[in-house]
């Protein structure tokens, strides 16, 4: 098998032989084997998809969350005269059609999707008839509760695997801890033995790490700019607004910088995205939206202005660097003011107990029957939960036996006609004519999309909805329509209600507790890496299955005489008397939406929830007003009862 892969290796891709771990995993993929793959990023983790992909017969779907990967490795795949193709929201409805054509033709080798493609029913029942020869799930670390970027979303793509009756399944990471690793491996159905980790450690990486103040980070910035010879740099930030600010005093130094975050237009990320690839001495000052996916071999430098929310994560950003084997730095500006920021994330995305008992109610309401179906965004604003996090709770419901999970569907669904309603009819014989004009009837016109409710329709004109979805699929890829879906809601089965529907809720409150503090935890041990008195590499590779104890030589602590990196303590902060009178006045006057402690910190803290958005106060001047002090100590101020009208627990 050995030279045959090496043969097609050099063949397709140009290369003599393969980096260390692929040829294992392809080898047991081509036994037929599920695999997995932890590679460092830029360890050429695709490569063992895509050669395998040329050998097997069928289809070989990858599931990315990832667009610019997907178009990147897509355009090098295209180069190379392998037929590869995505399917995500920015195709047109032409670029859609042609992609369905061709895989329903059997002309494609690799389709490359987001894991939200699989709430798309229509997208489910093409792949029931395809045959399935890999399904290749990359930033597979995201299905793993316990990982640093858990996803709700991944958490099912194991029974759509076993659904599209994939053969064999590789996963894939470059940021996997042990414990991490076998959730992967449960989940998948896949053996240890094929499971592959290779060295972390990169030797022509050097770790620096210096604490500083925050008001002298942005100088300490441009003169490291200045002073070091020019290359690819990417600095990263927290937030969007100081990608934008940093990036705007950077320019005024003299520096040729551009900003990147996920707030721009498509259009002005992908100029951005083009300059930096283009250019040797680019320097793109970005949010972590920016790098994921990039294979940009020559970045000599990552700097990170902000702390990264976890280890896995900075050493994901550090693993873009030096790609071409070449010396590069990575270096962190270590300011612990900057934990703020970060907690509240953490501290955001934990609802109060009442909401969970709100979303308890709302799931086990006896009026609902067995079967039933829920839109993720009414749940969300009825219930005062983040979506991310409506998300994560009906998974555990599904995982601890109360739920089963159907296909998704779409309420709603709008149609913008490429010709007159007469002319598509003209074309259509018997009953389907009558049927498609019957729809047309009873659709909604706004200014240049026709909107359907399609149980509504179906319901009207006593037909199963199936056919109502088969006649706007079939007008769609014929061109004389352009589809698109709203409004998905999920469906579920009643499994069995709760015992005790208090206890549940108690169970829900303290899992989002057990994620907050293991978010918080996450923080700390960046903090306890950078400040630790041993090899920052060697920790950090251990951390992902290294063995190596000697020091590395190049990291802060061994450059800085072997002595521990000194950060300045976090700056001390105090609650405004004057806001906090202002905020009291405030919850006053609204309803609901500063009741409780938990609400009360969210909107001092600049932390948005739908009851805040929906009441309009994320717009209001005090928003935000104390995101310097600290979640958990206005948390603490709000719970005394001192602000809100109620004092629930929160």
């Known amino acids: 098998m050995s030279d045959d892969a090496r043969s097609l290796l050099h063949r397709h891709f140009g290369f003599r032989d393969f980096l260390p771990g692929q040829l294992e995993v392809i080898g047991s993929l081509f036994k037929g084997h599920s695999a997995a793959a932890v590679f460092p990023t830029g360890g050429g983790k695709s490569l063992c998809y895509q050669l395998p992909a040329l050998t097997f017969g069928g289809l070989t779907l990858v599931v990315s969350p990832l667009i610019a990967l997907m178009k990147d490795q897509i355009d090098a795949l295209l180069a190379r005269g392998i037929k590869a193709r995505r399917l995500d929201s920015t195709l047109s409805a032409d670029e859609y059609r042609e992609v369905v054509e061709a895989l329903r033709s059997g002309e494609l080798q690799l389709l490359y999707v987001a894991p939200e493609r699989f709430n798309n029913e229509r997208f489910r029942g093409m792949l029931v008839d395809l045959e399935i020869s890999l399904f290749a799930v990359d930033e597979a670390h995201c299905i793993s509760e316990w990982g640093h970027n858990f996803r709700p979303d991944y958490l099912k793509l194991a029974r759509f695997a076993r659904e599209c009756g994939a ?5 894939l990471t470059a940021t996997a801890t042990e414990e991490v690793l076998r959730d992967v491996c449960r989940s998948f159905e896949i053996a240890s033995e094929h499971a592959i980790r290779t060295v972390f450690y990169r030797d022509n990486l050097r770790l620096l790490a210096r604490g500083v103040e925050a008001f002298e980070r942005e100088a300490l910035l441009a003169a490291r700019l200045r002073e070091r010879p020019a290359g690819a740099t990417i600095v990263y930030v927290t937030l ?9 005093r950077l320019i005024a130094a003299g520096l040729d910088a551009r900003a990147y975050h996920a707030g721009m237009k498509d259009d002005d990320r992908a100029k951005v995205q083009d300059w930096f690839f283009a250019s040797e001495a680019s320097i793109v000052v970005a949010t972590i939206a920016f790098g994921m996916g990039i294979d940009k071999p020559d970045i000599r430098y990552v700097y990170h202005f902000n702390l990264p929310k976890s280890l896995e994560g900075y050493a994901q950003e550090i693993g873009r660097a030096g790609r071409d084997g070449k010396a590069s730095i990575c270096e962190m500006l270590v300011c612990q003011d900057d934990l703020n920021a970060l907690e509240n994330f953490a501290y955001g995305d934990t609802p109060s107990r009442s909401a969970i008992d709100s979303f ?46 159907g296909t998704p569907l779409y309420s709603t669904y709008q149609f913008q006609p490429r010709m007159s309603s007469a002319e598509i009819l003209s074309e259509l014989e018997g009953d389907h004519r009558l049927f498609v004009e019957s729809v047309f009837r009873r659709s909604k016109k706004g200014r240049t999309w026709f909107t359907l409710d399609i149980d509504e329709v179906a319901r009207h004109l006593g037909a199963p909805r199936t056919r109502v979805l088969l006649a706007l699929d079939g007008l769609h890829e014929s061109g004389r329509l352009e589809v698109r879906a709203k409004g998905v809601r999920l469906r579920y089965r009643l499994l069995r209600e709760p015992v005790s529907r208090e206890e549940l809720v108690e169970s829900l409150w303290e899992r989002m507790g057990v994620r907050e503090r293991a978010e918080l935890g996450r923080l700390s041990e960046v903090i306890d890496w950078v400040v630790l008195d041993g090899c920052q590499v060697r920790a950090l590779g251990s951390r992902f299955g290294d063995q190596e104890e000697e020091p590395c030589g190049h990291c802060a602590w061994c450059e800085g005489g072997r002595s521990p990196v000194k950060v300045p303590p976090r700056a ?6 004057a806001v906090w009178a202002e905020a009291a006045a405030l919850a006053q006057e609204e309803e609901g939406a500063l009741d409780e402690p938990r609400a009360v910190a969210r909107f001092l803290c600049g932390v948005g929830s739908p009851w805040l958005s929906r009441a309009k106060l994320t717009s209001h001047r005090l928003f935000g007003s104390l995101r310097e002090v600290g979640f958990s100590q206005v948390l603490k101020r709000a719970q005394d009862g001192s602000l809100s009208r109620q004092t629930k627990t929160s």
């Open 572 to 577: 001390a902060t105090k609650i405004s008397e």
């Open 167 to 171: 053969k064999r399944v590789l996963a």
């Open 240 to 248: 969007q607004r100081t990608a934008e600010a940093l990036c705007d």
């Open 360 to 405: 308890v109610d709302e799931i086990f309401d006896p009026g609902r029957g067995e079967s039933f179906d829920v839109s993720l965004y009414q749940l969300s604003a009825r219930c005062d939960i983040r979506l991310l996090v409506v998300r994560t709770l009906l998974t555990y419901l599904e995982l601890d036996g109360y739920l089963e999970g």
